[in-house]
Each structure stands twice: as C-alpha cells, then as structure tokens.
T-cell receptor, first 113, second 111 residues
C-alpha cells in the first residue's frame, strides 16, 4: 500500500509569488490535514479536508487556502509569499475524520527568498 | 485555550530507559498521539491513547491519565537510532482529524 505522497519535495520561491503544494493520501483515506512545521513554532495545524469539504481551519491568514478533490487528493495554496512562510509543509491522511491514526507524508520544504 | 507541554530536550544512554512526559490542557479531549520524527523526515506514528492506562508496543510504551491531563512515552533498551524528536499531539472532540502538537522533545542517545 503506497504511503502519503507529497509533491514537490523542495521548492524555492520569491517573495510575492504564489505556490501550490500537492498531497495524495493513502488509498481509501478520506481525511487530509495540512500542517506547517518551523523550528520556532513546531507543527501548526493549517486545515483539514474530509470528503471534499473543509472541516477545520487553523489560525493562519487567508493567503493560505486549500481544496480536496473527489479522489481525496488535496492541494494547498499560499499566495503573496512572505519570508516567514519558509517551512516544512506536511500533509497527513487518515481513514476517518476523528480519533484515528494520521499518516504523514515526507513534506514539502518551501524556502522563500 | 489549548496547551501542550513537553520538555525541549533530553539525553540518555544507550541501553537505558527514558520517560518523556507530556501535559495538556484542552477542552473536549478525545485522545493523545505520540509521533517520532527523525531530522529531515516525516513524523511516524508510535501510539494512540484514548483510555487511562498503559499501552505497550515492544520497546515503546505510552501511558495516559485523563484526569491529570498527563501522558508519558517510555522507551526501553535505548538504541542510537532512537535519537529523534518525539511529538505529543492531542485530538480534540468534534474537531475532526485536527491534531494539536506540543513543541516536541529532542532525545539524544549517547553511547
């Protein structure tokens, strides 16, 4: 069974640009969550999608958005990039929405210059 | 509010036992996860506790006390490869799959 796949693995962008990250969950998993990981803040919840609907949203500005497709694949988008957006972006998939083990992808390392 | 605390770093000796504590203050607690994360890699699932008590999985055990808002991860027969960050995360009732993470405990295992 394939794990959670995130693309791309590494990305370098310039301030002001926008970026789209992709996550393919484990087959059969309907819940996809996104997290931002930085040395100072640790792992911070961005949002969660379940059956193509956003179920939860963290405390991030509106520049951060996402969506989920009918095949459960998810994308997140960050517009008007800032230096502080440099981070490891992790996607986690789980079978159900609540109280089940979440499996993480390898992450996308975004560097904003 | 929601708050999760764990020590920033710990050091232990190969072959020894180490206990990593995690305290939490959340409303609507559903369950607690422990993840291991090696540098540059994805977090990997270690354990999930919903009820009070000890869950054992080989060299790793996790304990939960809901009334005290306290959990610990116990690692026995430490190996060098256990050097990693250990993340405590809480799932809150009625918030789907959202996990609230502690800052992580960086464990260094010395020979």
């Amino acid at each position: 069974k394939a794990g959670v796949t995130q693309t791309p693995r590494y990305l370098i962008k310039t301030r002001g640009q926008q970026v789209t990250l992709s996550c393919s969950p484990i087959s059969g998993h309907r819940s996809v969550s996104w997290y931002q990981q930085t040395p100072g803040q640790g792992l911070q919840f961005l949002f969660e999608y379940f059956s193509e609907t956003q179920r939860n949203k963290g405390n991030f500005p509106g520049r951060f958005s996402g969506r989920q497709f009918s095949n459960s694949r998810s994308e997140m988008n960050v517009s008007t990039l800032e230096l502080g957006d440099s981070a490891l972006y992790l996607c986690a998939s789980s079978l159900e929405a609540e109280g089940t083990e979440a499996f993480f992808g390898q992450g996308t390392r975004l560097t904003v210059v | 509010g929601q708050n999760i605390d764990q020590p920033t770093e710990m050091t232990a000796t190969e072959g020894a036992i180490v206990q990593i504590n995690c305290t939490y203050q959340t409303s609507g607690f559903n369950g607690l996860f422990w993840y291991q994360q090696h540098a540059g890699e994805a977090p990997t699932f270690l354990s999930y506790n919903v009820l009070d008590g000890l869950e054992e999985k080989g060299r790793f055990s996790s304990f939960l006390s809901r009334s005290k808002g306290y959990s610990y991860l116990l690692l026995k027969e430490l190996q060098m490869k256990d050097s990693a960050s250990y993340l405590c995360a809480v799932n809150v009732y009625n918030q789907g799959g959202k996990l609230i993470f502690g800052q992580g405990t960086e464990l260094s295992v010395k020979p």
